[in-house]
Nanobody
Framework: QVQLVESGGGLVQAGDSLRLSCAAS????????VGWFRQAPGKEREFVAVFSWSASRTYYVDSVKGRFTISRDYAKNTVYLQMNSLKPEDTAVYYCAAGPGVLPKLRQEYNYWGQGTQVTVSS
């Protein structure tokens, strides 16, 4: 059973940067694709980005492309989401998730979820 713990959220101003971490225990993240989702108040949880270890590929939704970057540290069993040029519309609880397959984009394709970390971007 893989446990995921996100960290790194906070309150920042528009244009600032944050780096979220997704640390895993109980299993090796390199066996999975690791995705990031976010959920703003009153909205559905939406897919943001995913990294496939097996394919060494990433995918980003258009709204974050060029601003967000996924990286990973195999030794630390951790995946990161570097978020630059943050906008107020990026405000949400951010979740990481792990699942099989290559670059999954749907919530139901993920088996393991973290508890989320709050990101708030003020204008």
């Amino acid at each position: 059973q893989v446990q995921l713990v996100e960290s790194g959220g906070g309150l920042v101003q528009a244009g600032d940067s944050l780096r979220l971490s997704c640390a895993a225990s109980g299993g090796t993240l390199s066996r999975y694709s690791v995705g990031w989702f976010r959920q703003a108040p009153g909205k559905e949880r939406e897919f943001v980005a995913v990294f496939s270890w097996s394919a060494s590929r990433t995918y980003y939704v258009d709204s974050v492309k060029g601003r967000f970057t996924i990286s990973r540290d195999y030794a630390k069993n951790t995946v990161y989401l570097q978020m630059n040029s943050l906008k107020p519309e990026d405000t949400a609880v951010y979740y990481c998730a792990a699942g099989p397959g290559v670059l999954p984009k749907l919530r139901q394709e993920y088996n393991y979820w973290g508890q989320g970390t709050q990101v708030t971007v003020s204008s």
